[in-house]
């Protein structure tokens, strides 16, 4: 069982449209992170969110995390062709760092 | 760039054999990361290093091992290598040694196949 289950696994969609997606898990943690990966290339973090209900904002990615830090989810508005990846959760839990499985963007143009 | 080199970029192996891959960290960091990614396992993290010494374990097989040198590159040695084993193998460093709003900066990977 992972300990961090992301959904969709696939999404695929137009330039423009707005998109949101899942980061879950059964367990309460102190931070969550996100990154993107693209082809070809290591992760690269985007944000880390530390307070339940937190958001924050980068350009048109809005990142939140749940009340009860055991969630968060990943928006983007008006999506690019630049915003393809891999976007994955990962947390920070008794001295390693867990990823979730990620969700494979693609943006058409 | 982010800075953490790693060598070589694609390895093509036999099962059986052993390689080493070679991870270069971003100046003035003294963590290091080992992670496999593989299609159906996803990121997973095998192995730290701070300082030279091992910090944390995770996933990490007993015919794989690591190392950090004292000028703080760190070595993945992979050994009696299966077809399972062909994955993408990333190293990232950080400048402290833990804690959750630890920012880990990754390498481009080294894409390990074992025919």
């Known amino acids: 069982t992972q300990l961090l289950e992301q959904s969709p696994q696939f999404l695929s969609i137009q330039e423009g449209e707005n998109l949101t997606v899942y980061c879950n898990s059964s367990?309460?943690?102190?931070?969550l992170q996100w990154y993107r990966q693209e082809p070809g290339e290591g992760p690269v973090l985007l944000v880390t969110?530390?307070?339940?209900?937190e958001v924050k904002k980068l350009k048109r990615l809005t990142f939140q995390f749940g009340d009860a830090r055991k969630d968060s989810s990943l928006h983007i508005t008006a999506a690019q062709p630049g915003d393809t990846g891999l976007y994955l959760c990962?947390?920070?839990?008794?001295?390693?760092?867990?990823f979730g499985s990620g969700t494979k963007l693609n943006v058409k143009p | 760039d982010s800075g953490v080199t790693q060598t070589p970029k694609h390895l093509i192996t036999a099962t059986g054999q052993r390689v080493t891959l070679r991870c270069s960290p971003r100046?003035?960091?003294?963590?290091v990361y080992w992670y496999q990614q593989s299609l159906d396992q996803g990121l997973q993290f095998l192995i730290q290093?701070?300082?030279?010494?091992?910090?944390a374990k995770g996933n990490i097989l007993e015919r794989f091992s690591a190392q950090q040198f004292p000028d703080l590159h760190s070595e993945l040695n992979l050994s009696s290598l299966e077809l399972g084993d062909s994955a993408l193998y990333f190293c990232?460093?950080?400048?402290?040694?833990?804690?959750?709003?630890?920012?880990?900066?990754f390498g481009p990977g080294t894409r390990l196949t074992v025919l």
């Open positions: 990232a460093s950080s400048v402290v040694p833990s804690g959750s709003y630890n920012e880990q900066f």
């Open positions: 367990s309460v943690f102190s931070s």
């Open positions: 969110v530390v307070t339940g209900g």
């Open positions: 990962a947390v920070y839990n008794f001295n390693k760092f867990y």
């Open positions: 100046s003035g960091d003294l963590s």
């Open positions: 290093y701070y300082n030279g010494e091992e910090r």
